[in-house]
């Protein structure tokens, strides 16, 4: 079937929402049709369309010239050799991809400072609110989730959360979940790109891209897993700073280095236990490789040993392949799929950088590491459901019930919306 396969894979991932859905009576027709044709004139407008699609390439390689500057400081603190990827030591992630993070993440600050990310929240919100009918904090808050992280959008809209119909808040959540925060969207692009300066640019495009397209997914899959049931409170909102005001330019960017250390540790504490657990989960399951029985079964189908990956790979390849992956890759990006929701986007990121350049060259096609890319785009996983239910319940105590019932269907919701993401660019990609 080709690219085309991508349509099964959004009329599967959206059956699928709604089989988790809390009201499967009330279908929310108008939602899908509109938010899926918005996904696709977004996809088109940026990866197609003459004139446009050239002038974001000409962005994509701005944002990739600004992240480059963190090796600046990272050189400063660490020293020119350590810095190198070349010398016997490799690409070291936390010299390499963790400074990335402190210094997009106080950039950012600068930005909302001086009133330019608010602009741009504005637009997107605007663009969301009039073609898909939602309410103005909704939208608000859904298009913050696109540049900042899932416990900071939230701060936008804080005076409404008491007064959120439940659907609202599933929104809210999903939202959260399906996109990514412009700090670690910079650290996917070293992780992604490697050192080849074009392939940079290709990833910092594609994962603008995505974050931007899972906007309207998520309010599909919000809408269809708890559909609107309430009247909306009537709301004018208008996109404000995300948390800390800051006195001027140089307090916005310390507050921001600040903010972007707590993350980078975070990260880098994440890595080392999932890693560690993975290792853990996988040291049985290779021992059992290793009956005779088992042994003759692996063989049989080319596996080498068995392992958790292994098994994420067989239960999701059937999905990757309806988002137009083809084939002989299914397993690998099923794998990659899975293990963004049981550990991190963060590790699957780093095993899809490994498949696309690692030491034995690339193991995967382009085209399949473009789908991945939209497709591992979001913070849904295991771990971010906590760090979602701690960050809204400081915010709203009083909708604690709501917020963690709702957890597990957004965190899902979130993570479908990723990949109808990913099933759209994948009809309309070349290989």
């Known amino acids: 079937m080709g690219p085309l396969t991508g349509v099964l894979g959004i009329v599967a991932l959206i059956a699928l929402s709604w089989l988790i859905s809390e009201n499967r009576k009330r279908f929310p027709w108008r939602m899908v049709a509109s938010g899926v044709v918005l996904q696709f004139v977004l996809a088109l407008l940026f990866l197609k369309t003459p004139g446009v699609a050239q002038a974001f390439n000409r962005f994509a390689q701005l944002v990739n010239g600004v992240i480059q500057r963190a090796d600046a400081g990272a050189e400063f603190l660490f020293g020119p050799n350590l810095m190198d990827p070349t010398q016997s030591w490799g690409f070291i992630f936390a010299i390499k991809v963790l400074p990335v993070i402190i210094f997009f993440a106080s950039l950012m600050a600068v930005l909302y400072h001086v009133g330019l990310m608010q602009r741009l929240v504005a637009g997107l919100a605007w663009l969301l609110r009039t073609t898909m009918g939602v309410t103005g904090a909704e939208s608000l ?8 992280g899932q416990t900071e959008a939230p701060l936008c809209i804080r005076p409404y959360l008491p007064t959120f119909t439940r659907a609202q808040l599933a929104t809210l959540m999903v939202g959260g979940f399906a996109t990514i925060a412009g700090s670690v969207l910079a650290a996917y692009v070293g992780i992604l790109g490697g050192t080849d300066h074009a392939q940079q640019v290709e990833f910092v495009k594609h994962l603008i891209t995505a974050s931007i397209m899972s906007a309207p997914a998520a309010f599909v899959m919000a809408r269809i897993i708890v559909p609107e049931t309430e009247q909306p409170p009537d709301e004018h909102v208008h996109a404000a700073p995300a948390g800390y005001q800051a006195s001027n330019v140089l307090d916005a960017a310390a507050h921001g280095a600040s903010e972007g250390l707590k993350l980078a540790l975070n990260v880098g504490a994440m890595l080392i236990a999932f890693v560690a657990l993975l290792h853990l989960v996988d040291w049985p399951l ?101 760090i979602q239910i701690g960050g809204l319940t400081v915010l709203a105590p009083e909708r604690r019930r709501d917020i963690v019932s709702l957890s597990v269907r957004a965190m899902f919701g979130g993570a479908f919306a990723s990949w109808m993401t990913a099933a759209v660019a994948g009809i309309l990609i070349g290989s």
């Open 141 to 148: 808050a859904m298009a913050s989730n696109v540049f900042v």
């Open 286 to 386: 290779e021992g059992l490789s290793e009956v005779p029985a088992v042994r003759s079964w692996l063989d049989a189908r080319g596996i080498d040993h068995l392992g958790l990956k292994v098994i994420l790979g067989w239960v999701f390849t059937p999905l990757a392949w309806m988002m137009g992956v083809p084939g002989a890759d299914a397993s690998a990006v099923g794998s990659l799929m899975g293990q963004k929701l049981v550990l991190t986007e963060f590790y699957a990121y780093i095993d899809l950088g490994n498949m696309l350049h690692g030491p034995d060259g690339a193991t995967i096609s382009v085209r399949s590491g473009k789908i991945a890319t939209y497709a591992l785009c979001g913070f849904a996983n295991f771990a971010s459901i906590a």
